[in-house]
């Protein structure tokens, strides 16, 4: 027997695949495309101590060239994490981290850099750039910010099947980026267990199509649309700095 909650999931799941072009139902065999298991040999990782009141661009700088992440002349999109503004919380990702990691990518020779993200809770942008301190950071350093939830998209087939998704539509800015950098701040998340690079990604499917807060990958499965999104964006080379000077718990 089916309880309600049960019901009412399914039926959103399979209300939600019927609206949107190009899904479907999961269907027996491999959960993803042979091109997206893609393993390096190991996974680097550096953990470098800084503070919000100190030179982070040098402390960025150094971690990109530990990983001998080679930046120069690529057109480098940096997707940080903003959701809300809670004057009291740290949610979001610091501006001076996002200030420090445009700095450090310029000295490193990246061609152009240019911040992108599509906030989950939020649709007015101007409000969480201003009071997230992130527009500060954009002026200062005369950065181009792109709305994800409004930009350009393009209709993106979908290299693993963990969701009945089928496809999404994913923004120009994102496909268009010779490297993309993910820029989430630590914390924990009360369904999947924790924010970091990959759920950050959460932030560039469109709202515009898709809802606040990105309601149809709630409804296919938090944990499935994070493998989903992210075996379709193997492509794309990747990187991630993550914000864990102060971390979030809750």
């Known amino acids: 027997m089916t309880d309600r909650r049960t019901f009412v999931r399914a039926a959103a799941v399979a209300a939600a695949a019927s609206m949107i072009p190009g899904c479907r139902r999961q269907t027996e065999g491999p959960l ?50 903003f959701v809300e503004f809670d004057p009291d919380g740290v949610i979001n990702t610091h501006p001076a981290v996002v200030h420090g990691a445009i700095e450090a990518l310029r000295v490193l020779g990246a061609g152009e850099v240019v911040v992108a993200e599509g906030a989950g809770h939020r649709r007015d942008n101007e409000y969480l750039l201003r009071e997230t301190g992130i527009g500060h950071a954009l002026r200062d350093t005369r950065t181009e910010f792109v709305d994800l939830n409004h930009d350009t998209v ?33 914390k924990t998340h009360h369904w999947a267990g924790v924010t970091l690079s990959m759920k950050n990604m959460f932030g560039i499917v469109p709202g515009s199509h898709y809802g606040w807060p990105k309601n149809v990958l709630h409804w296919a499965g938090i944990k499935e649309s994070i493998l989903d999104i992210n075996s379709t964006l193997t492509s794309l080379r990747r990187f991630a700095i993550v914000d864990g000077i102060v971390g979030m718990d809750g």
């Open 32 to 81: 993803w495309q042979a091109s997206a298991a893609v393993r390096s040999p190991r996974s680097s990782v550096s953990v470098l101590s800084g503070s919000y009141d100190g030179e982070l661009s040098d402390v960025i700088r150094r971690g990109i060239e530990l990983m001998e992440l080679d930046v120069r002349g690529l057109r480098v999109v940096l997707k940080p994490n």
């Open 154 to 186: 393009h209709r993106t087939v979908l290299k693993g099947r963990f969701t009945p998704l089928g496809s999404l539509y994913l923004p120009a800015t994102v496909l268009g980026a010779d490297l993309l950098i993910s820029l989430p701040k630590l």
